[in-house]
Every structure is written in C-alpha cells, then in structure tokens.
C-alpha cells in the first residue's frame, strides 16, 4: 500500500515521537538533574535550571517553620583555580556558573544585611531569594570570588574568624573594609574557629562577644550575623548566641527540622557541584 520510502519515513518519525516523549516524561520526573550527563546538559539547555527540588523544600519550610523567611542560603568556603582535588573549593568559573544559573532561574541574590531589614519589617524579600555566604575568611574570596561578585552585581556574605584576619591565607582588613564598602557583607565565625559545642559557658560567650567586638572595631560597621564553626550548635551555644547577633547559620540542610533565626540552614557547597541542581540535592 505504502511505498518503501514513506515505511522507511514513518518509522523514522515514530522513532524521534517516542524518544522526544521519553525524554520529556525524563525531565518531568527529574531523572535528568545531573551535572556532567550528554542527556542531563541537553535538559538543561533546553529547559534551564531544574529547582523544582528547591521549590519542594522552601514549600516544607513555610509549613513546619512560617515565621522564618523562606530562603536558599549556600555555604561557600573557597573559590580558587587549579584545586580540583579539594572538596572544599569551587573553580572561580564553575562560581560564575552558579550565579548565572540562579539568575536564570528566576532568583534575586540577597545578603544578610536584606534579611535583616525584613526581619526589622523595613523590606520585603523577593519570593525567590539566594543568599551566598562563606566561611573562614580564606584570602582567595577576595581575589577571585569578590570580583566575580561585583562583575555579576550580586552581594556577598563573607563569615570570618576575627583570630585569623591578615593571618597566611586570610583576607587582611583592608580587604574586607574595601568589600564592605562595595555591598558586601561580613558576618562573624567566631574568634578561633572551634567547635562550640564542645566548650563550656564561659568560654562560647568568649567566642561569641570578642569575635562580634573584634570585627566592629574593624570595620566600623554593626556585625550582626553568625555562622557556627563546623555549622554545629546546642542549646548553649544558642543561648550565648542569642545576646549578641540577630541571626546565626547552619552548615546543612534538613528539611524536616524546623528553624529559627538561629538555626538557618545552608547548603554546603563542594568541588563536584558543576551546576546548581547538585546543590540541592547535599545536605
């Protein structure tokens, strides 16, 4: 009935309708969230960022935890070339892939300073807020996370051990002042970086007070936002935390466990995040 062309085409056809399904139905179930799959980069090319894991989560913490803003917070440590092999940093181009990812999405990047004014009820935050941070203060978040910041006009909040500025491999004074004065914000991570769930009363509220003191003297400027060294904190250290700062960040995220501004979660952020889909999926 048919000739041997028109079979040949239509087979043809029916091939590319049940692959183009099937990668459809893929998408939509999440199978291709992945960084570095041919499928998953052709996902992301052709229906951008997949938050839909992120969207999910925030729609849990407005449940369990209305009072707290629903943000994505990201904890960053360091942002350096040629360091493949440390878990802990991410490539300066891989950073600005993360921005630009988020951009696309649909975010608007935040810092501590915006969260404030809304807890102060002086501003809103946009319905999808981002808010990057890092942690320990590392000389590399000026040299190359700081620029792409200010190429990408998006705020940074930078957590730093006061014991440690100016030290081999930290960022000097001057270098957080000149940030502070271009819309980042510095927050504290205590004076020694140690475990404070590990230490007496005494000895937190040390921490706590002399790291806040150590970085107004500093700056010149309110510091009014900590993170906890190794993103760990128990009832005393909340407590001590609780006389000196207006909110305070984990080091994970547990969708499950309610919030306060004293226990703000984050996602940690490693080497193998190539695209901002695997963030989500770290606790």
């Known amino acids: 009935m048919f000739n041997k062309e028109f079979r040949e085409g239509l087979i043809v056809t029916g ?64 942002v350096e070339p040629g360091r493949a092999w440390d878990p802990l940093n991410v490539s300066p181009e891989v950073f600005r892939c993360h921005i630009r990812e988020f951009k696309e999405a649909g975010y608007t990047f935040i810092g501590v300073g915006d969260l404030r ?10 319905e999808k807020s981002v808010l990057i941070s890092f942690d320990d ?44 004065a271009n819309g980042m914000d510095i927050g504290s991570h205590t004076v020694n970086h140690e475990n404070l769930s590990e230490m007496d009363e005494t000895d937190i509220d040390y921490e706590m007070r002399e790291s806040k003191a150590a970085l107004e003297k500093m700056l010149g400027k309110p510091v009014f936002a900590l993170a906890y060294p190794e ?8 407590e001590s935390v609780k006389k000196y700062y ?20 984050r996602y940690g952020v490693f080497s193998w995040n190539e695209h901002i889909e695997s963030i989500f999926r770290n606790k």
Request: a negative charge; aromatic letters at 8%.
């Open 15 to 78: 091939i590319i309708c049940l692959c183009t399904g099937l990668f459809s139905m893929a998408h939509y179930m999440g199978w291709l969230a992945q960084d570095s799959s041919l499928l998953g980069t052709l996902d992301r090319n052709i229906y951008g960022p997949d938050i839909r894991q992120e969207m999910d989560r925030l729609k849990q913490v407005k449940e369990t935890t209305p009072d707290v803003p629903r943000i994505t917070a990201l904890c960053y440590h360091e």
């Open 137 to 180: 203060g590392y000389a590399d978040n000026y040299a190359y996370a700081y620029p792409i910041l200010r190429e990408e006009k998006v705020p940074g909040t930078f957590f730093v051990v006061s014991g440690t500025v100016g030290h081999d491999n930290r960022m000097t004074a001057d270098a957080l002042r000149e940030m502070l």
């Open 246 to 265: 207006d909110m305070a960040f984990l080091a994970s995220v547990s969708p499950e466990n309610k919030q306060t501004m004293y226990t703000l979660q």
């Open 117 to 126: 004014k809304h807890m102060l009820g002086i501003a809103k935050l946009p």
């Open 231 to 238: 993103g760990k904190a128990d009832e005393a250290v909340l």
